[in-house]
């Protein structure tokens, strides 16, 4: 089978990729696995120099990285920059912090001697999605690696020049043989990889259904698994909110990589006193977003990922809109080539349509009008998701309540879009998974935690 890159721009095909046997799949992990027992033992501060290399030639190399992300997926292409960006920085978070977080841990009991110790647990297979090529592979494999465990990519099939790229780079920043490898290959390859007896933890983010069933193998053969799914972003705009500031904020966090993004800003619920005004300023600033050529540096938002994805979002648009929802601006196709879909706002959503319940993958907004500040908080709670969610309002004390004690979700932001930070744990909770990537907290997903007692 062939794995295809296609220009979600043209919707042409780029370059064909031919699908790893398993044979090919296997030894590939039996390399890294056998790396891995040689890269456990070098000194933290050799492993420190080849991040710090990989984080340089990342600098070097934007460009062309960028260039990389734009074709195969449509980001727009200073949205791609600010990707590889990031990767360079949680590359230089954890060189600066990852000492502090391996220490041994000190704890006084009866022993002589009793403390923590953090331990690699050897081959980690990490199941990557498309819609951030890059930082999603670097905000595992980082920390990852410091802590001493090796690496196996299975990215999405339709990156498999980001993939690439991507295992280049650490050869090329002068990384050992295997200590990090990509693998081309279809999810029909995933559960066999899994069981193979060399994997010993599993980190995947994609949808919800992957995640079961990643789970459910993952269990099958005890194995360690971290679980980033779908989301359905609740954002709660209080009577107090600063409008016009909450609404240039809402529409960046739902237009981000155009729509395209598990943490971005879906479901916006606006107590009465203030939806008139929201709703207006929102949909105008939503209507003004420019889309286009994803290397046109005034687009806002690029072409969807794929065709499917495109007529997914639309299909779940139309059913709300049968179901009752008001079409304020949007809501179709652009007849032009690839695959791109406008700027949507939903108003009148309500439980039973799809846009109040389902993760809506693209640029389309839905708006909950709630009677007060209760009911908006039980609108937010009301999902089977729960990744991240925001509240608009000036009484910050208030806020801070609400987020730590009414909001179901694994992260809350006040008076800002959510998204992620290599200083912060994130991950979500219900149907949006377990675990938590990146700072001390994702670090300590794949060490063993090991007890030393000394009498």
Avoid at 85 to 106: A, G, H, M, R, T
Avoid at 156 to 165: E, F, I, Q, R, T
Avoid at 361 to 385: C, H, R
């Amino acid at each position: 089978m062939l794995l295809k890159s296609i220009n979600p721009n043209s919707g042409e095909v780029v370059r064909e990729y031919p699908e790893y046997q398993w044979e090919e799949i296997d030894n590939i992990i039996r390399s890294v696995d056998a790396s891995f027992h040689s890269w456990k033992k070098t000194k933290l501060d050799y492993r420190i120099g080849k991040i710090k290399a990989l984080a340089k030639l990342l600098d070097i190399k934007k460009e062309g990285l960028s260039f990389t992300i734009s074709v195969e997926m449509g980001k727009p292409i200073n949205e791609s920059r600010a990707e590889i960006e990031k990767c360079i920085w949680v590359c230089n978070y954890y060189c600066d912090n990852i000492e502090q977080f391996l220490q041994n841990q000190y704890i006084k009991t009866e022993a002589t001697e009793s403390y923590v110790s953090q331990q690699p647990l050897g081959v980690i297979l990490a199941i990557m999605p498309w819609n951030f090529p890059f930082w999603q592979v670097f905000r595992f494999a980082v920390p990852a690696l410091l802590a001493g465990n090796t690496a196996v990519l299975k990215h999405a099939s339709n990156v498999p020049g980001c993939s690439l790229a991507i295992e280049n780079l650490f050869l090329e920043a002068d990384f050992p043989d295997d200590i990090f490898r990509s693998v081309l290959a279809t999810n029909t390859k995933v559960e066999r990889m899994i069981a193979n007896k060399r994997i010993k933890a599993i980190t995947l983010t994609g949808s919800t259904k992957a995640g079961q069933a990643v789970a459910q193998t993952a269990g099958k053969y005890l194995k360690k698994s971290v679980l980033e799914l779908g989301g359905s972003d609740p954002y709660i705009i209080l009577n107090d909110a600063n409008i016009p500031e909450a609404v240039d904020i809402c529409v960046k966090g739902r237009l981000l990589n155009t729509g395209q993004s598990c943490i971005g800003a879906k479901r916006f619920i606006i107590t009465e006193k203030v939806y008139d005004e929201f709703e207006s300023l929102f949909v105008e600033k939503m209507m003004a977003a420019k889309i286009g050529d994803p290397f046109d540096e005034n687009n806002q938002l690029g072409p969807l990922a794929r065709g499917y994805i495109r007529e997914d979002l639309l299909s779940q648009v139309n059913k709300s809109i049968s179901k009752g929802a008001q079409l304020l601006c949007g809501g179709k196709f652009i007849e032009t080539p690839g695959f791109f879909f406008p700027a949507t706002v939903l108003s009148n959503v309500l439980p039973g349509q799809p846009a109040y319940s389902q993760e809506l993958f693209g640029p389309v907004a839905s708006l909950i009008k709630a009677k007060d500040e209760n009911v908006a908080i039980q609108i937010a709670n009301d999902t089977t998701f729960g990744l991240g969610a925001a509240i608009f309002t000036s009484d910050i004390e208030k806020a801070k309540y609400i987020a730590e004690n009414e909001i179901e979700a694994g992260c809350c932001f006040v008076n800002d879009f959510v998204r992620s930070d290599p200083r912060l744990p994130f991950g979500g909770i219900k149907e949006s998974g377990y675990g938590r990537e990146l700072s001390m907290y994702g670090l300590q997903e794949f060490v063993n935690i090991k007890t030393i007692y000394i009498k």
